[in-house]
């Protein structure tokens, strides 16, 4: 046999290994979650005890995974007890794993379709994150709201301004709905950058793909009279220059074009 086609064989089964066994211990956790949330639901009104059960739950699958090595700077940057609008670039479902391994307390915006999945998604509910169906505008209304109450309640928001993942690493246009929030709710916006996750698993593909360092970056926080007098529009574009900066792919690009 080839070595191509072994080497693709063997990544394939650690991919499937892999896929089972988070299919498999998801119901293990989630039953573990469900007592948590039983018991800390009357007393933890922002679910403070489940939502750090389930960066524990999701940082296993990345502790398990020897190929993918996580490194973190700037976690010090997150102010215990300040709320925040969460952004950062979007290369891989990997992201959303790699963000749980920061440990403090946010609620999620995501499609509504992950909601339904067994054990994960119903986890999702429990925690009380923010559905999301995109394109449809009542959804969109009802996803403000959500995002005020929480925001209200005490708890960060975490939202990908790109809207969907990026299949090269070059960040997309950003979208305004996390700054309108900034804005309205008056608190500041904290960027964070996410390099390496495209590479150990790539837009549409839940193959293994080798052994991968990802690295997560808080930058400094945006306080809110920093683009108070800004459009959305405008601070949207602020913060995606900012976040640009940091990430791997527009670095290499500015290398290439410096050396032309």
């Not at 290994?17 to 933890?44: E, G, N, P, Q, R």
């Not at 949207?236 to 791997?248: L, N, P, Q």
């Amino acid at each position: 046999m080839p070595y191509t086609q072994c080497s693709f064989m063997i990544n394939r089964i650690i991919s499937i290994c892999f896929i089972t066994f988070m299919a498999v211990s998801s119901a293990f956790f989630f039953v573990i979650a469900l007592l948590i949330w039983l018991f800390t639901v009357w007393f933890d009104r922002r679910l403070v005890a489940l939502h750090m059960f389930t960066s524990f739950w999701a940082s296993v699958y990345l502790w398990l995974m020897p190929a993918w090595s996580v490194s973190y700077t700037g976690r010090e940057k997150v102010k215990k007890g300040k709320t925040y609008i969460v952004v950062s670039n979007h290369q891989s479902q990997l992201d959303i794993l790699v963000a749980f391994r920061l440990f403090f307390l946010f609620k999620w915006v995501s499609k509504a379709e992950v909601f339904r999945l067994p054990f994960i998604g119903w986890n999702m509910v429990l925690n009380r994150y923010i559905k999301l169906k995109r394109g449809e505008k009542e959804s969109v209304k009802q996803m403000m709201v959500d995002c005020e109450k929480t925001i209200s309640n005490g708890s960060s928001v975490y939202i990908f301004p790109e809207g969907s993942r990026s299949s090269t690493g070059i960040v997309k246009d950003f979208k305004t709905g996390a700054f309108i929030l900034a804005q309205k709710m008056k608190i500041p916006i904290l960027p964070i950058v996410i390099n390496g996750s495209k590479n150990a698993l790539p837009k549409h593909s839940l193959n293994f793909h080798g052994k991968h360092h990802i690295r997560i970056e808080v930058l400094d926080e945006l306080p809110y009279e920093s683009f108070a007098q800004l459009s959305a529009e405008e601070t949207a574009r602020k913060v995606r220059k900012i976040i640009v900066e940091h990430v791997d792919e527009h670095r290499r690009e500015g290398r290439d074009k410096g050396g032309k």
